[in-house]
C-alpha cells in the first residue's frame, strides 16, 4: 500500500450504531459538506482511515468497527459527581451551560483537556460522564470517497496552525479539518478544572 500519511481525504458517509442486527443513524455529513481530513494526523479514527486509504474517488464503502477499534468498551469508572461550585460564574450556578446532555471541556489535574458529558445536575453536585458518546458502540459507516490524493503542503500546514490551536486561518470561524464524534461546545470558553 502507498504511503498513508498526509494524504487529503474527503469522503461523503452516514455512522450508525449497530445493535442485534438492527441499525441507527448518529450522524451524517450533509450535502456539499463532506468530510475533510488529512491522513496521519489522528483526527478520524484508525479504523475508519485504514478502511478508506486504498479507496479510489468514486468507490463506495460499508463496514464495521467493533468498540474496541472505535471509542472504546463502556467504563463505569469514568462516572463522576462533582461539586456544582466548579460549574459557578460569579457565585451564580452556570444553568444556560451545565444541563443533562450538554457536552462541556474540563481539565485534569496535569492541564489535560477531555470532554465531558453532564449526566444530572443535582443540589449535590454535577455528574459527568467522562466516556466518548460512542464508548461501547459498534459502528458501521456507509458512504463514498470523493477525494483522495496527496495533501498540498498548504494543506498540511492549515491542519498544522488548526491541530495547535492557532485555528485555520480562513476566518471561516470552524474549519472542515476536525475530529468527528465528541468534539461538544465549550463552557463559555473556559475550561473546568477535574481534579
Do not use: W
Request: hydrophobic share 30%; proline share 3%; charged share 25%.
Amino acid at each position: 500500500m502507498d504511503n498513508q500519511q498526509n494524504k487529503y481525504l474527503s469522503v461523503s458517509y452516514q455512522l450508525y450504531t449497530v445493535e442485534d442486527e438492527k441499525k441507527s443513524l448518529v450522524e451524517q455529513t450533509q450535502q456539499g459538506r463532506p468530510f475533510q481530513f488529512i491522513s496521519g494526523f489522528g483526527v478520524s479514527l484508525d479504523g475508519f482511515e485504514q478502511q478508506i486509504i486504498g479507496l479510489q474517488p468514486g468507490e463506495k464503502f460499508s463496514f464495521q468497527l467493533t468498540p474496541d477499534q472505535a471509542f472504546g468498551q463502556y467504563d463505569q469508572e469514568g462516572v463522576h459527581k462533582v461539586k456544582r461550585e466548579m460549574f459557578c460564574i460569579n457565585d451564580h450556578f452556570d444553568h444556560e451551560n451545565i444541563y443533562p446532555g450538554a457536552v462541556i471541556t474540563m481539565m485534569d489535574a496535569e492541564e489535560h483537556r477531555f470532554m465531558a458529558r453532564v449526566v444530572s445536575v443535582e443540589e449535590d453536585g454535577v455528574t459527568i460522564d467522562t466516556n466518548h458518546p460512542l464508548a461501547g458502540e459498534t459502528l458501521l459507516f456507509e458512504g463514498v470517497v470523493l477525494e483522495n490524493r496527496e495533501a498540498t503542503n498548504e494543506e498540511i500546514q492549515h491542519m498544522l496552525n488548526h491541530l495547535s490551536g492557532e485555528g485555520c486561518g480562513c476566518g471561516c470561524g470552524r474549519c472542515g479539518l476536525r475530529r468527528r464524534g465528541h468534539d461538544g461546545g465549550f463552557v463559555r470558553g473556559r475550561t473546568v478544572r477535574f481534579r
